[in-house]
């Protein structure tokens, strides 16, 4: 169909011939294929207007009128007229009833608010997926996360029990938040990780890439601490106390990596990362064994093959007991 003679029938220039050579067209599958395709179009425009109380701007409804107009009786193609008068008196019952129950809706109804999602995973289970705004979350075993089906507002936010890391996507406008057992993590664009370990009482952040502000939920900002790339933050939800650390902030997300790194950290540093990551207690012998420095890129094992690791590389024995460990000499 030539465009000029749709746009000439769209503005009530058309001659009755024209007319009736456009609603003929309309009648083949390419015609009902535009109308669908102009159906589709005008509906989502009229979904992400719903909040809006006027309809002027929509050309459906000047569709529906014009075609309305064009219903004219005509002596010829008497056939042809019945079909179409059919057909377009179909369209325009789908386009009304689109148009009433939109307006309907946005007149009505409150603001929607939005639709909230929790992912859970069990032990030995971890989960991976995008969140509407492009950030990628890997869920760790044992955790819950609360996500809306779509990000709106002028802030993002997720809630979290257990464990999370996080690739976020960057938006300066829109500040990315993470609630975590009591704890407020805010964020811009960046990698990090999140514990939220209820039984030890702290919320621990290790952040990868990027800039993250930590707080106890619902204290001031001025009490919120800025935590910077390799930077460790332990919140301790008691007395809001923030606890920062520089390290090897990769080694905090071994969960999913299932790698551990260590250029040159002390054997008292490495033992502190080691009891985060796997809720261990660990203990020196002697003090000398604290200053022993570890470098080290070895597969992330469970406890005890870890352990052995570290003991092989600086020749050193060790106890252990469950999740408790001390190294000997």
């Not at 407020?184 to 990090?192: A, I, K, M, N, P």
């Not at 207690?281 to 080290?296: E, G, H, R, V, Y």
Request: with cysteine.
């Amino acid at each position: 169909m030539n465009q000029a003679l749709l746009e000439k029938y769209y503005n009530d220039q058309c001659s009755e011939d024209e007319v009736d050579e456009v609603l003929d067209w309309f009648q083949t599958k390419e015609g009902r294929a535009y109308l669908e395709q102009q159906m589709d179009e005008e509906f989502d425009e009229l979904m992400e207007a719903e909040t809006s109380n006027s309809w002027s701007e929509v050309k459906s409804d000047k569709l529906f009128t014009r075609i309305q107009r064009s219903q004219k009786p005509r002596k010829r193609k008497k056939t042809w007229v019945a079909v179409r008068v059919a057909s377009i008196l179909l369209l325009g019952v789908m386009l009304s009833s689109l148009l009433y129950w939109s307006t309907h809706a946005a007149l009505t109804s409150e603001p929607s608010r939005p639709v909230l999602r929790s992912y859970v995973t069990e032990a030995d289970q971890q989960n991976i997926f995008t969140l509407s705004d492009g950030t990628v979350i890997r869920l760790n075993e044992e955790s819950e996360l609360t996500v809306p089906d779509k990000m709106k507002g002028n802030r993002r936010s997720v809630t979290l029990n257990g464990e999370a890391y996080f690739d976020v996507a960057r938006d300066p406008d829109h500040p990315f938040v993470v609630y975590a057992n009591g704890s407020t993590v805010t964020v811009l664009g960046t990698e990090f990780n999140v514990k939220a370990d209820s039984t030890a009482g702290n919320v621990q952040v290790a952040v990868v890439e990027g800039k993250v502000s930590l707080k106890k939920e619902g204290a001031k900002e001025s009490a919120s601490t800025l935590l910077t790339r390799n930077n460790f933050g332990l919140l301790d939800l008691d007395d809001g106390s923030i606890t920062i650390e520089q390290v090897h902030a990769a080694n905090y997300k071994s969960w999913a990596s299932n790698h551990l790194v260590y250029s040159g950290e002390s054997l008292a540093k490495v033992s502190r990362q080691l009891e985060r990551l796997y809720d261990a207690k660990i203990s020196f012998a002697t003090a000398d064994l604290k200053k022993l420095k570890l470098t080290a890129d070895f597969e992330r094992n469970n406890l005890e093959t870890t352990i052995q690791t570290i003991a092989n590389t600086f020749d050193i024995q060790y106890r252990i007991n469950g999740r408790s460990v001390t190294w000997i000499e």
